[in-house]
């Protein structure tokens, strides 16, 4: 990544791990100050150990941050913008995959909660430290996933009336996924002054694969997960190449969205295409609404 990021600030969720981890490293070895944001942080300072390991110069400032709680996403934005009064970067990166059916502290299903109204609710909390950028970068991390379903499941986003969870938690992460990318559209049209788009990894070999099913129980899928990880999948450091390409680089449009060049395993990053479900505008309106009515956050 052949760019200065000297004297810039950016916020990368789910720090910790994976394509998080990967992310913030980069940034660091440009020069930014990364605020990782973790919920756990004897994970955070050794992932904030592991960066400083190649990036002995690298300025971290690790906060918690419990994206499945409205009230930990308003305490880390608040002391975000305490100790940064200006954010020239958030990489909403955090996120669950097909974890086992839950709800959140505030009642949402776990997944749309964590990847989708817990990003929403801290964006615009972070609002005035991004306004006071240039023009502040805005990555939104999606998947390919959001393919897996045609539109948002209005009449019971969270799930309340699923039947067969080991296949309904699969539809519900592409969902929430379909939720970043409805997300982007609506927040791209709202924040003029900022560069708002999103990316997707393709298939990395991260703990998400894995954790989600096995914390839901799915022994044998965690299994599946973690040879294909050993087999298919790119790295983490390939993976998140495509959310790097949209938080730095500078030919980067509005409502852009990026993934693996090689279609779902490295080669860089590329502009991607998303399904009709995801450039529906009216969807996207509607969702906006829902969301500040559901987290409590207005434009």
């Known amino acids: 990544m052949a760019v200065n990021l000297a004297n ?11 394509l998080g981890l990967a992310t913030s490293r980069a940034l660091a070895r440009a020069g930014a100050t990364v605020v990782m944001g973790c ?3 004897g994970r955070a300072a050794k992932a904030a150990d592991v960066i400083r390991a190649s990036v002995p110069e690298a300025k971290l400032d690790l906060q918690r941050l419990d994206l499945a709680s409205l009230a930990s996403v308003a305490a880390f934005a608040q002391e975000v913008t305490k100790r940064h009064t200006v954010v020239h970067g958030l990489v909403n990166n955090a996120g669950l995959m097909a974890t086992g059916f839950g709800k959140t502290t ?6 749309l909660g964590v990847n989708h109204l817990g990003h929403f609710a801290l964006t615009l909390q972070l609002r005035a430290a991004l306004d006071a950028a240039p023009r502040a970068r805005v990555v939104n991390v999606a998947s390919s996933a959001h393919h897996g379903i045609s539109a948002m499941r209005w009449d019971d986003l969270m799930w309340d009336r ?3 969870w080991a296949v309904d938690k699969w539809r519900a992460y592409s969902q929430s996924k379909l939720a970043n990318l409805l997300f ?3 927040l791209h049209r709202r924040a003029s002054n900022w560069t708002v788009c999103a990316a997707h990894p393709g298939y990395a070999a991260t703990e998400l694969q894995t954790t989600g099913v096995r914390d839901g129980g799915a022994w044998m899928e965690e299994k599946v997960m973690a040879l294909l990880n050993r087999v298919v999948a790119q790295s983490g450091e390939d993976g998140a190449a495509p959310q790097i390409h949209a938080a730095t680089a500078d030919d980067v449009e509005g409502n ?3 993934g693996p060049r090689n279609g779902m395993t490295g080669g860089g990053a590329v502009p991607h295409s998303r399904s009709a479900a995801a450039r529906d505008d009216a969807a996207a309106e509607r969702l906006w609404a829902v969301s500040e009515e559901l987290t409590g956050q207005r434009w």
């Open 162 to 164: 699923h039947t067969w």
């Open 256 to 258: 852009a969205y990026f």
């Open 106 to 111: 505030d009642g949402f299903e776990i997944q």
């Open 39 to 41: 919920r756990d942080p």
């Open 8 to 18: 810039k600030t950016f916020v990368v969720t789910g720090a910790n791990a994976g």
């Open 184 to 186: 982007t559209a609506g």
